[in-house]
């Protein structure tokens, strides 16, 4: 397949074949192509690695009970995570009714389906923090919520210092 290129108002074909071997004599030079960089960065996806910051950083505040909202907040992170792959960082802070969802053995109903699904977004990176106050009015300590959350002294405390450290606030 040839394409067409206009170059200082003349048509001229160009082989695509032939594009990359000058594009890759000319890179090996170190002179830069004169070629549409805006397609070769969409076509090539930034590279990643292990550990480095991600891009985007979302903080969801989990403050109700209820399977209708567990199952809104929950698909809303998973499709975050679906969009942004391993470039965006996500924490839940379950306070209020909304921390049962962290709890061994939840005060409120939590259904089976919303257990399994905390459980793999946190497999997938997904951080929980329990409300260490909202803890205390429910005479709970750390044995009583699970292993993949971490509890916090006070989770609207953990929410705004998110915010001051970039992340986006998002309330159901």
């Not at 990643?48 to 809303?76: C, I, M």
């Not at 499709?79 to 209020?96: F, P, Q, T, W």
């Not at 998110?162 to 159901?172: D, F, T, V």
Request: aromatic share 8%; with cysteine.
């Amino acid at each position: 397949m040839k394409i067409q290129k206009l170059i200082q108002g003349s048509s001229t074909v160009i082989n695509p074949q032939r594009r990359k071997w000058v594009q890759g004599l000319l890179a090996g030079s170190g002179l830069a192509f004169l070629g549409n960089k805006s397609m070769a960065a969409e076509s090539e996806p930034e590279l990643r690695f292990p550990g480095d910051p991600a891009d985007h950083k979302v903080v969801y505040q989990f403050n109700k009970g209820g399977e209708d909202y567990h199952n809104a907040v929950l698909f809303s992170v998973g499709a975050m995570l679906r969009k942004y792959s391993d470039n965006i960082h996500i924490v839940v802070v379950g306070i209020g009714p909304g921390i049962h969802i962290l709890a061994k053995h939840p005060e409120r109903p939590v259904s089976k389906m919303t257990k399994q699904r905390v459980s793999s977004l946190a497999q997938y990176g997904v951080e929980f923090h329990a409300c260490g106050n909202t803890m205390k009015s429910l005479g709970w300590d750390n044995k009583d919520i699970l292993p993949l959350a971490k509890v916090v002294e006070v989770g609207a405390a953990d929410i705004m210092e998110l915010q001051e450290q970039g992340y986006s606030y998002l309330s159901w």
